[in-house]
């Protein structure tokens, strides 16, 4: 058999004193589209994250083939959930920036680009500033920048949040091509029926832990569940917490200032109080 | 090409690209600079002295109370001044005092009220005008102007009279010859000494300034719009991407500062040719030692503010951090202008900010004191240094990653 493209052993990620996600095993290979579902604050992100190698875990460790990932990086493209596109560049200065940093020559990158703009429908609006795009032209420049250099795995974080029916559409059709000419991606998604029609393999996560690992048919024998939608709220049904990145606390200063400005309400001084 | 320098590279440049395509930016940092000094130096004066020509050709509207002297009569006439004349009013304590003509005097209906009373062989005078009125105030001026050469006139004739020499009389104690010729100090050290008050605090000032807005844009700004996740993906390091990203704003305040220089040459080579101020005379050591002070202070300070930047989580945090911070440029600046340089301790010269600053104010004076260029060379390249720490540390963070959502 062949080595995985990407290894996690025993992988656990910490904010302060939160367990974003905790002992996390996972084997990747190639020529797969791997689906991450779950809610909102269950660690996709973080583990997309640490598989970009954009953060490192505080537990464990994550090989891409025998090397750490975070040095590995330029085998991976990424297409985060913000796209990232800088508003005063066209479509290709964009592309051709990531391009340029992964050492790829200009017209080489020119005609991957091609060959990808051409599939996504978007041709035309590579020489226009991106600035007035959509959020689906968006969607696609950021995924051609992020395949201009023929990445071994691309990690998508929620590729069609935001996008009309057709441009989902095309996006997932793209994912499917790549698939199938020996690609491996892995889809971060909320959407069960999306993950179903677009993943060889889906890994649910919920508060920070892998809940369930396989294909969708397996999947559904596994929880015995008639459909996927039944499978993931019988792996889930614990109560969802809050999305640990964002959980800020607020300042002694701030607290401060917020009683001192809110002081002459008497109910929310109380609530504030019992906090 | 070595990878780090083609990740530095790619990324100062793509970051000037984006920089410069909006052209507030360019108004702020290339057109204004290029335009202050030149603005400040030659079309302020001439719009003055446009002004005072203006002023100079009015005809002002007097009233003369009380006695008349014809003499002084004439004189007022010659400077334009429309005179007539009234008896002064009774409601008055002394030539000073209003009293009724308030109302005059503040609705412009005259521009000035002249009093004059004769006391035997001596006169008393009064002048009442409205300082808030630049009419009022010529009024005034050129009354003063002619009393004084009226007044000059009667001690002259009584001194004659007396038989006494007005001259040795009234100017016993004289310079001999043309007191510029007494100075030691070439015309080229006169205006190195004119303009090390200042340039040292407008290249300070300036420098920190510009660099604000790309400092804020290429750190908080990436975070704010969303870009910095994608940025971080790269296979570049944090340190690549510092670096790229100070050699950005370095670049950029590099040229709003050089253009500053050049408008402020250019209005010192129009000073000079109306013989106003010399051109500075410094030494190719002391230029190359300027030079080497700008560029580490720029590395100081961009450092510093990307890195302060960089700690904040929005554009609005980060102006409101890095705007009051150049307060910190603002009072040193000002508290160097006032050290004197003859015979300066060497320690002050290890001060951060104050050493770069007197270093600059010392080599345009075209002094290179080898003491003093160790003393702030090794201090500013050590603070330097701290300012690119911090800033590397900044980089690095691990919520730079975590709080992008």
Known sequence: MNKPLLTLSGVAKSFGTVDALTHVDLEINSGQVIGLVGGNGAGKTTLLRLMAGVMEPTRGQILFQDSPVSTMRKKLGVVPESTGLYSRLTAWENIRYHSRMYGIPDDESWKRVLQFAYRLDILDALSRHTKGFSRGMRQKTALLRALAHDPDILLLDEPTAGLDVTSARTVRSLVGQLRDDGGTIIYSTHHLAEAQQVCDRIIIVHNGTIRAD??????LEQTGASNLEEAYVSLTSD???????????????????????TGKTPKMKEALEDE | MSNSWRFVSTIAKKE???????????LALIVIPLLIFPALFIALPLLLQSEAAELDALELDVAWQGDINDELN???????LIITFEEIPDDINNLSHIGSDIDRIRNQEVN????????GDEWKFSILYLSTSEASNEARARMINSLTIWENEVING????????????????????DWEESDAATRGEQAGMVLSMFIPMVIAIWTASSAIQPSIDMTAGERERGTLEALLCLPCTRMQLLAGKWLAVATITSVGVALQIGGLLFAIKFLASASIIGVP??????????????????????????????????????GSILGPAILFIIFPALFTQVINLDGIESWWFGIP??????????????????????????SSLIYAGLAAWFAARQFKREDLVASIS
């Open chain 2, 74 to 80: 004439q004189m007022f006439n010659n400077s334009s």
């Open chain 2, 16 to 26: 000037i690209i984006e920089f410069v395509r909006d052209w507030r930016t360019l």
């Open chain 2, 112 to 119: 000035a009220i002249f009093r004059l009373v004769q006391d």
């Open chain 1, 214 to 219: 396989g294909s969708p048919t397996e999947l």
């Open chain 1, 239 to 261: 109560k969802a917490r809050a999305r640990v990145e964002d959980d800020e606390k607020e300042g002694k200063l701030s607290k401060w200032w917020r009683l001192f400005l």
């Open chain 2, 281 to 318: 005379t410094v030494s190719l050591a002391s230029m190359l030692l300027l030079t080497m002070a700008v560029v580490i202070f720029a590395v100081m300070v961009v450092a510093f503010e990307l890195a302060l930047a960089m700690r904040s989580h929005s554009v609005k945090e980060a």
């Open chain 2, 158 to 177: 009584t001194l004659v009279e007396a038989g006494l020499d007005p001259e040795s009389t009234l100017d016993p104690v004289t310079w001999d010859g």
């Open chain 2, 353 to 378: 900010l104050v050493n770069i600053l007197l270093a600059m104010r010392e080599l345009l004076l075209d002094r290179v004191i080898a003491e003093h260029v160790i003393v702030w060379l090794v």
